[in-house]
């Protein structure tokens, strides 16, 4: 029996897109995968528990990560850090499981120049107008944070070259159905799958 | 609505693997999946009809158009050549379907020259035991027959990396489902959608 080795995907994309729930049902769906866990030096929430929600590290030990290249990403949101522990989507990896990660645009650009085997989908909203529409009906944003949002989506639309895959992200369930092909797919790649193909070709 | 080409999609492998029950499969299952029509200088059969079967040439007609480029690939068996014309399979693109095509490697080979955006799956058997066993269960070949299949075979394996996915057709439901994550994979390919992402780019 080949061990093989699991996939990352990585699925990005404006705020507003959908990227969050599509990856809450694709992990419900998927036995196979696990989602990667991220390292934060915010201080805990009295629900949250080290290494349910997230690593909780001090700021000295993130920076001291930061610098042995201990993160697939990693950004400074508010006078907080928030990353991706290399080692432990390496282990997931390791153990033959799939790992997603929901990442915004930046995140998943850092992660690129680190992971090539990883797997980049960009999860798209029908087009500017629904996306706008969504962002006003969450009602958590106020109107000049909804404009600062939508200005970014634009930036990101001109990164989508930069991902592998583009999911339209009308109905859910068939967002869900995509992403799911995708994984089958790429797992089927000749290019992941030399010891498959140096059995037959042994004659095995 | 965006208008799509459709993707031609080739199977191939070695004889026994099984490629055709999975073609006829797939076309059985998949709507928008046309498959092409071999153009031949053999005599029909009775019940064959040309346009349905194949495309009857004279011998003369088919170099002509060998010599014009108008194949995707040919090969002469035993005084009769046998060949996809390119036209056809550009009209069932064109007007957005897809195409499957079931070839034999050397056939395979020559469309990779000139289709880059075709998409080649190597359908392959669990193993040369199980190869061997088809081919003797089949009943249909000679054991010098086969020998040469099994050697044929051999050869086939060491061009697998030509391909882009390889699937290892164990079981005929798992495989087809597999060639339909694979047409759904490559249809959000960012490298196909460069005319939703500039609509989304436009703002629109």
Do not use: W
Not at 89 to 104: H, P, R, S, T
């Amino acid at each position: 029996m080949i061990k093989r080795k699991g996939i990352l995907l990585v699925l990005s994309g404006p705020s507003g897109a959908g990227k969050g729930t599509v990856c809450h049902e694709v992990r419900k769906r998927m036995d196979n995968m696990k989602y990667s866990i991220s390292a934060t030096t915010r201080k805990p929430r009295v629900i949250e528990r080290e290494g349910r929600e997230y690593f909780f590290l001090s700021k000295e030990d993130f920076e001291s990560k930061i610098a042995e290249g201990k993160f697939l990403e990693y950004a400074l949101v508010y006078d907080n850090y928030y990353g991706t522990p290399r080692d432990y989507v390496d282990e997931i990896l390791n153990q033959g499981f799939d790992c997603i990660l929901e990442i915004d645009p930046q995140g998943a650009m850092q992660i690129k120049e680190k992971m090539e085997d990883a797997v980049f989908v960009f999860i798209a909203p029908p087009s500017m107008e629904e996306l706008k529409k969504r962002l006003t009906f969450r009602g958590t944003e106020k109107p000049e944070e909804i404009a600062k949002r939508l200005g970014n989506a634009e930036k990101e639309f001109k990164n989508m070259p930069n991902y592998d895959y583009v999911i339209i992200n009308d109905k859910i369930e068939e967002a869900v159905c995509e992403v799911e092909a995708i994984i089958i797919a790429e797992k089927l790649k000749t290019s992941r799958n030399h010891e498959i193909m140096n059995l037959l070709n042994k004659g095995e």
